[in-house]
């Protein structure tokens, strides 16, 4: 039993980091990444970017 909450534990905590990431609190994604995250971090930057356009359109 123990081992399956640390197993859900340390997953929660790798998708949090990825989702952070991707939400733009790291800078650039890394070298590494597959097509999947890639396109995930990509995703994420032009969500933002456009939420800040809405921002500044409205203000």
Same mark, same amino acid.
């Given at each position: 039993?123990?081992?399956?909450?640390? @197993?859900?534990?340390?997953?929660?905590r @790798? /998708?949090?980091?990825?989702?952070? $990431? &991707?939400?733009? *609190? &790291?800078?650039?994604?890394?070298?590494?990444?597959?097509?999947? %995250?890639?396109?995930? /971090?990509?995703?994420?930057?032009a *969500?933002? !970017?456009? =939420? $800040?356009? !809405? %921002? =500044? *359109?409205?203000?």
């Amino acid at each position: 039993m123990a081992a399956m909450e640390l @197993v859900a534990w340390m997953q929660l905590r @790798v /998708w949090s980091i990825w989702v952070m $990431q &991707g939400l733009g *609190f &790291g800078s650039e994604p890394a070298d590494n990444l597959g097509s999947s %995250e890639a396109m995930a /971090w990509n995703a994420g930057r032009a *969500f933002r !970017k456009r =939420e $800040q356009a !809405k %921002e =500044e *359109f409205h203000t």
